[in-house]
């Protein structure tokens, strides 16, 4: 005797695929790295074609005045419009109706994981695309920007080398504030980065190693406790080999949406359920909008090539 589609409880449906939908949106789902590394833009509405932003310098200083005297120095800001476009992409989860079946046969519920990992596979989307951008659709990410300052690391570890395997622990801890020292110089003391993002190699290196033999302080520990600025130091596996060569990427920049974000239209978004296949497919669809990231003050960053 065939199976017949009357057989499902219409309100046991209901109740189950609102719980797959519920876990998807489940707090607990740890937040991606580039969430903790780029502030994030939801003002830009759905339906936008384009988002238009300036990147600008600030100039201009404040002078002594003398009496009566009309010569005011004006600060101004220079720099250009960039337009990006906002793409959408998509995943799902779907429940085949023998599955839900079972599940109402055994007095069960169906596996919430589904709703879980599809909000997991955009979490990722994004994240790759917070951190490097899209080739295809021409997005900016955080480690492939241009005009952004940079710092030539010197070539004075082993075998005239830029590399930290080949350096003694003054020298890295030197590179390390070099690229922190050279967003101030170049600003002019306007910008002063907060976060140091290392290759994962070259983070476990200082962070491992101890510093000197008199006492129980790493490398990253002796750089934190002498940067003026820098109080935040991260791993970022998307460093390696980043720059042209290839090359591992240093990034010291101040973590602010004054200088950078990672425009996001629309976050996680499930569209409604939908019976296709002769009512023997549930399929949820689920997606997410990003413009990539956007730099206003590219100064405010620095790239540190060949650690």
Not at 6 to 18: H, K
Not at 79 to 104: C, H, N, R
Not at 105 to 117: E, I
Not at 279 to 293: M, W, Y
């Amino acid at each position: 005797m065939a199976t017949r589609h009357d057989a499902l409880d219409p309100i046991f449906v209901t109740r189950q695929l609102e719980f797959v939908r519920a876990q998807a949106m489940d707090p607990a789902l740890a937040p991606l790295l580039s969430r903790q590394l780029i502030p994030t833009n939801n003002e830009v509405p759905e339906g936008a074609d384009s988002y238009t932003y300036r990147q600008y310098d600030i100039y201009g200083e404040a002078k002594w005045r003398s009496p009566k005297s009309t010569d005011m120095p004006l600060v101004n800001t220079s720099g250009k419009e960039t337009t990006v476009k906002p793409y959408s992409f998509w995943t799902g989860w779907e429940i085949d109706f023998e599955e839900m079946l079972a599940a109402q046969f055994a007095g069960m519920n169906l596996d919430g994981r589904l709703g879980l990992a599809a909000r997991r596979a955009v979490e990722e989307f994004f994240d790759r695309v917070a951190i490097s951008g899209d080739t295809e659709k021409g997005l900016k990410g955080l480690i492939n920007q241009t005009g952004v300052t940079t710092y030539t690391v010197p070539s004075d570890g082993t075998g005239v080398t830029k590399t930290w395997s080949t350096k003694t622990n003054d020298l890295i801890v030197r590179d390390m504030h070099g690229a922190v020292y050279q967003i101030v110089a170049d600003t002019k003391q306007i910008e002063s980065p907060d976060v140091l993002l290392l290759p994962l190699e070259q983070y476990t290196l200082i962070s491992t190693t101890p510093y000197s033999d008199y006492d129980g302080a790493s490398v990253l520990d002796v750089f934190l406790a002498h940067s003026q600025y820098v109080k935040t130091v991260l791993p970022l596996a998307a460093l390696d080999d980043a720059s042209a060569g290839p090359l591992d990427l240093m990034i010291a920049y101040r973590r602010s949406p004054e200088v950078l974000e990672h425009v996001i239209p629309r976050e996680f978004t499930q569209l409604p359920t939908e019976t296709i296949n002769a009512g023997t497919l549930f399929r949820t669809a689920c997606l997410g909008k990003t413009a990539g990231v956007v730099v206003r003050r590219p100064k405010a960053i620095c790239y540190a090539a060949g650690i």
